[in-house]
């Protein structure tokens, strides 16, 4: 991982002086950056059924903005204007490993808090409007020239422009503007207006979006996996009713019963690390495994040299308990002994290893080869 991914920069002075807080332009950050697939690439992915793309027109006349959906067919770049347009291909990191290599820059935040990787493809002009989001965002420029804006905080209450496929603030004012080209870094903290305009063609950036599960989201997902956990048979109680004056009412005592209900289940830390260990590696799409793999089979192939390779599509979290790391993987969680620490931590924090970044013990190679089925790992050979 390059150590001084943001420049100049210490990583700890931007987390510390700028994440969540303020804009950040980074002015040559990867100053040998290329884009991790070409404009070409790139298109043929938007082709994909399986992967979101999307482009946006910005048409110069009364039709306005257009907004199409892939997947496309080759036929379709060849209509597109000539310029005013942009290409954007959603979590390009989940389908290349290339993209997904591009993403080990930002692993100075938590990995579980990357979400993806998405990447634009802009002729001259093209763009989607000034806009926000409620994530953080860093945006690389690996080729051609692209000017920002940045504006104010909104939020959802923020007018938008009426009758538009795409979401454009109506009151959008500048407060900085930069042209970057290709090395520069500009990050944008959650609610922050901005605006990104291609300047020429062959203007590719990349996106790098990160996870920030809502209140709702997170009391829904808990909620729903609490419930499922629970028998039936576990039901409201009141041995010790008395007479009300109104039959109607709804007693102070009733919802103390429901207050305690409530509290006992997301009260208990425990519980809550555990769903929250599925619940933030549940991936996007689901990948299954072809193959079958035996223990012999595994030592011949890292005895061979050849590196064992995490799933682009598939996310890896450990948490550290009394002394055993709880890896969770995919959604699912592997009880562990302290002997397996060592390779869970190599699984969490490397996209690729070989042998000399593990000990072959049967149990290591026991786990290595339950990802292996579950399609969470896979071998490539030489």
């Not at 093209?126 to 051609?144: A, K, M, R």
Request: aromatic share 10%; charged share 25%; hydrophobic share 35%.
């Amino acid at each position: 991982m390059n150590l001084m991914p943001l420049g100049e920069i210490p990583c700890e002075q931007f987390l510390a002086e700028y994440w969540q807080k303020k804009p950040l332009l980074i002015r040559n950050a990867l100053p040998n950056v290329s884009s991790p697939v070409s404009a070409e690439i790139l298109a043929g992915l938007a082709c994909e059924d399986e992967i979101e793309s999307r482009i946006v027109i910005q048409h110069q006349s009364e039709k306005g903005w257009e907004l199409k959906h892939g997947p496309f067919k080759e036929s379709d770049f060849s209509t597109l204007p000539i310029s005013h347009w942009t290409l954007l291909v959603q979590a390009v990191d989940h389908w290349n490993p290339e993209a997904a290599k591009f993403l080990e820059l930002f692993t100075f935040i938590p990995r579980w808090r990357i979400d993806d990787l998405m990447i634009s493809y802009a002729c001259d002009g093209g763009g989607v409007g000034p806009h926000y989001d409620n994530y953080d965002v860093f945006l690389v420029q690996t080729s051609g020239k692209r000017k920002w804006e940045i504006g104010g905080i909104y939020n959802e209450d923020a007018p938008l422009l009426k009758n538009l496929p795409v979401s454009i603030l109506s009151d959008f004012s500048a407060t900085e503007s930069w042209v970057l080209e290709p090395g520069d870094i500009l990050y944008v903290p959650p609610g922050f207006a901005h605006n990104g305009i291609a300047e020429g063609n062959d203007c590719i950036t990349c996106s790098v979006g990160f996870r920030a599960p809502s209140h709702s989201e997170i009391l829904r997902e808990y909620t729903d996996f609490i419930g499922e956990q629970l028998s039936e048979s576990i039901r409201y109680e009141d041995p010790d009713l008395l007479m009300q004056n109104n039959t109607g009412e709804i007693s102070a005592q009733t919802i103390e019963k429901i207050q305690h209900i409530l509290q006992k289940y997301t009260g208990n830390k425990e519980v809550i690390s555990n769903w929250f260990g599925h619940y933030i590696t549940t991936p996007k799409y689901s990948q299954e495994s072809e193959k079958i793999y035996t223990s012999d089979d595994l030592k011949i192939y890292l005895d061979s040299g050849n590196f064992i390779f995490r799933n682009e599509i598939s996310r890896f979290a450990f948490e550290a308990k009394d002394n055993n790391l709880i890896l969770y993987v995919d959604g699912e969680s592997f009880e562990n002994t302290t002997s397996l620490n060592p390779l869970i931590e190599t699984l969490c924090a490397n996209i690729k290893f070989n042998k000399q970044d593990i000990i072959q013990t049967d149990e290591n190679l026991n786990l290595l080869l339950k990802l292996l089925q579950r399609g969470s790992l896979y071998l490539i050979d030489r």
